[in-house]
């Protein structure tokens, strides 16, 4: 393939997710030729059946922790793109092992594999969870301190960590990317998901986790992927980190409310209570997106445009 | 053992260390039974001579990577101070494995078996390299981002995010201390170490990496120790950080100075240049300590008086 961006070669780990399979979608798209790495446990290869013949895909099923299985993707490579993670925050707090191993030690043998591969770039899905629960709204790549209320939070801090040290000490350049919640296709797990799921199996009644007044941002999928590809080009390194999300709010009950109305309008909506929907859940998250917007980025929609596309999307896909 | 402490039992990791035999030498004081673990890689039993008839002390050998060895001493304790670590950044620079291993798989193990054995709180020994290269002097406990320079300080700040998750998800109440460069007694590395065995081999040429004007605050252990006694005490919870460290700095080059002088005046020094000393160093290190000075904690000694206290003890212990 001789293209504009022949010299370039991406992995991208949790390719098969919902997030990864855009991005996979993306730089092939931008004629880079890309090898997804994923073990398949929460990734789907039917999210990736739009680029299988694609030129320059290659697909490798092989788990972060058993390295021999994924260096063969390394060889050649000149950036990876690193998303592999346990997607779903409440599962680590019932098995703390998940996100330390899925987390922290996937990263640390990503960041083997490239140093030992030459490979020079790397760009990580961290979370705005790394903020624990912040005191100031939007808030900035800056803040601190950091004090993470979920393993998967724990998991994504020790993650920048060691990509940071890793940067320092041996030369990589690094963009991290701290997202509010990415919504759009092929998702699995999340609020929207898991009420979608709740009204199948109770059209009458729809339980909601907490008082309903968690408020944080939403992003769609294709609106997050614009903005790491950006960043990633511009970003002067050797460590950038930028906060990914859209610049309004909306609530858990709101959220609510729109999947009842898509359903038929009849469901009632019963609240569990309390100010956090369940342990480790950080109740308000809004970030300042000053850093990415002065690169050139804008999301195209709302937190409420987001999850009112991704609802017939998400529908469709379940068949609810 | 009747006391007015005798509802608490403390476990010590790294309890044979510089810091932790300090650490538990006054634990002992207070008649807080103390039960240390180590595993001895560089921990040494002479750092305990003092303690180990002590009545409450109790030794056991074992490492933070096998569970099953350490699950002994934490039934029954009521508080765990955790400093096992490697204590040398340097090594963990050329093998990024040491840091991962003995600072973020070693703390999630602590964390696992104190929340088996329902023990309450945790202290954990942190340093200020996590703040990676601050742009703010001194630098207080809410700098962000943090962006670590070595593996030691991923390792560092892997572990105050899993000390975090575990605090908000399964009640434990953690303080957090983040050191500037603790000297005295005991030591097994850091630059007066270094540059004692340096002039031990040429007492004629001393050799002082970078360019001398790395400047740092050098804290007393004895100062340390009294300032993490009394943040456990005094912190409300669920996670307090504390900066621990002296009011004032000094640079590479008056320690080579210092030491120089204390044998004899004679030997040239001679700087290899640079900013950082070494790969994953960080140059400038000065700390706020406004929060624990408000619990009514102040070091006793300057940078420089540490260094004048510690150059004698470490003579002595080394013979040289």
Redesign the interface.
Known sequence: MRTGNSDRRAVVTGGAGAIGSALVRALLAAEVPVTVVDNLSSGRRENLAAVEEAPGFRFLRGDLLRPEEIRPAFAGATEIWHLAANPDIRRG?VD??LD?EQG??GT?HV??EARRAGVARIHFSSSSV?Y?RPDRFPTP???????????Y???K??A???I???C??YGLKATLFRFANIIGPGMSHGILFDLLKKLERDPRNLEVLGDGRQKKSYLFTDDCVRGMLLAAEKDPGP?G?YNLGSSDQITALEIAEKVVRALGGTARIALTGGERGW??DVPVQFLATEKIRALGWSPRFTSAEAVDRTLPILRAELGI
């Open positions: 707090t703390p092992k330390l922290i030690l640390f960041l083997e790394v624990g790549e800056e803040y601190g301190p950091l004090l993470p209320q979920s393993q939070a724990a998991g801090l020790g920048e960590g060691l940071s040290a890793f320092h000490c460590v980190i342990v480790g």
